[in-house]
């Protein structure tokens, strides 16, 4: 009777490794990187939305930064449509303390120290990471804008748009990007 349980066994236990490492391998690269998407457009999933155009309506793609009141210096690509829809992209923080610009750094930390504050009354995602809008002075009709978590992922965005739209004008296999948190 053992013996015919023994192949049930391994064959179960086989499968619950099988799952567990799928899971494992999943969770070290974080969901993170390039996959074939729908054809003819451009794709990216983050934690704050997704974003998709198609490869022939976009008009310009730009990488740049700035600062804002001179508290906070902004990094940001923005993908521009003809359709008049733009997607921007951007990472924010303060400027640094050696910065003659670094007067608005207190404000800067009140901001976050408050926001994070509201993240753990409420429980929701950090705040920090979430586009905030201050109606009317920020609202930006027909623009998706994501808050990403890292200056690193804006490099990583604008080197897979320009190449799927400028260099491989939509014959790469690669056109969908997706950007999962660190700590997902």
Aim: charged share 25%.
């Amino acid at each position: 009777m053992m013996k015919n349980k023994i192949p049930a066994i391994c064959l179960i236990m086989l499968s619950l490794c099988l799952a567990t490492s799928a899971q494992l391998l999943a969770q070290a690269s974080g969901g993170n990187g390039e996959e074939a998407g729908n054809n003819g457009f451009w794709e990216i999933e983050l934690q704050g939305g997704r974003f998709l155009a198609r490869l022939d309506t976009i008009s310009s793609v730009s990488q740049h930064q700035y600062i804002v009141d001179g508290a906070a210096r902004v990094y940001e690509v923005t993908v521009d449509t003809t359709g008049s829809q733009t997607a921007r992209f951007y990472f924010i923080e303060a400027v640094g303390e050696g910065s003659p610009l670094a007067l608005g750094k207190n404000a800067i930390d009140r901001l976050k120290s408050v926001a994070e504050g509201v993240t753990n009354r409420t429980g929701t995602d950090e705040v920090w990471t979430q586009v905030i809008k201050h109606y009317p002075t920020t609202t930006h009709a027909r623009t998706a804008e994501f808050r990403v978590e890292a200056v690193e992922i804006l490099d990583k965005i604008y080197e897979h748009i320009y190449r799927v739209w400028a260099k491989e004008k939509g014959r790469g296999k690669s056109n969908k990007l997706r950007i999962r948190p660190k700590n997902e």
